[in-house]
T-cell receptor, first 113, second 111 residues
Framework: DARVTQTPRHKVTEMGQEVTMRCQPILGHNTVFWYRQTMMQGLELLAYFRNRAPLDDSGMPKDRFSAEMPDATLATLKIQPSEPRDSAVYFC???????????FGNGTRLTVT | SQQGEEDPQALSIQEGENATMNCSYKTSINNLQWYRQNSGRGLVHLILIRSNEREKHSGRLRVTLDTSKKSSSLLITASRAADTASYFCATDAKGAQKLVFGQGTRLTINP
């Protein structure tokens, strides 16, 4: 079964450190989304790509977050510098086309101390 | 934002009973989707209903959509312990090209 792969599954880091999360979307999918999930805010859309081009990253704090797709098999989300309020589960999801069902990875649980 | 809102936030029922969850949204949509999330895992797509559809079935799942009321419901019939999870609706506003999720309903099925 094809699946979205996210690494690492867990990350604990100290405030001020750089964090990089990686996602391998399902081969052939042309849309990739990054979501952040917390108890307080629920699922927040951070950024999404179509055919590797960023379409919307309005949900991301621009000063510290960046999202890229260096190639069709890799999406990255970076936080620099990290802060305790960034602690959350970060999900990557991919889809075949606009508005199609999304396939989610199992997330990266980030803890910033 | 045009985020969907689920109701209730939490639901606890006995195994075998039916579970109904509701979702309301704010703006016109292309389609509405329902997802399930088990603890510690990613979301799993359950069903998609287009804006020109009123009802859709998939196994024990029944989804309705009322675009005039901007609302949808998810019915799970003959619930099982394995249905225990959080359920989310997701909508895409026309022209927005992105999927926005509600806060979810936490469903507990008691054996």
């Amino acid at each position: 079964d094809a699946r979205v792969t996210q690494t690492p599954r867990h990350k604990v880091t100290e405030m001020g450190q750089e964090v990089t999360m990686r996602c391998q979307p399902i081969l052939g999918h042309n849309t990739v989304f990054w979501y952040r999930q917390t108890m307080m805010q629920g699922l927040e859309l951070l950024a999404y790509f179509r055919n590797r081009a960023p379409l919307d990253d309005s949900g991301m704090p621009k000063d510290r977050f960046s999202a890229e797709m260096p190639d069709a098999t890799l999406a990255t989300l970076k936080i620099q510098p990290s802060e305790p309020r960034d602690s959350a589960v970060y999900f990557c999801a991919s889809g075949l086309w606009d508005y199609s069902p999304l396939h989610f990875g199992n997330g990266t649980r980030l803890t910033v101390t | 934002s045009q985020q969907g809102e689920e109701d209730p936030q939490a639901l606890s029922i006995q195994e075998g009973e039916n579970a109904t969850m509701n979702c309301s949204y704010k703006t016109s949509i292309n389609n509405l989707q329902w997802y399930r999330q088990n603890s510690g895992r990613g979301l799993v797509h359950l069903i998609l209903i287009r804006s020109n559809e009123r009802e859709k079935h998939s196994g024990r799942l029944r989804v309705t959509l009322d675009t005039s009321k901007k609302s949808s419901s998810l019915l799970i019939t003959a619930s099982r312990a394995a249905d225990t999870a959080s359920y989310f609706c997701a909508t895409d506003a026309k022209g927005a090209q992105k999927l926005v999720f509600g806060q979810g309903t936490r469903l507990t099925i008691n054996p």
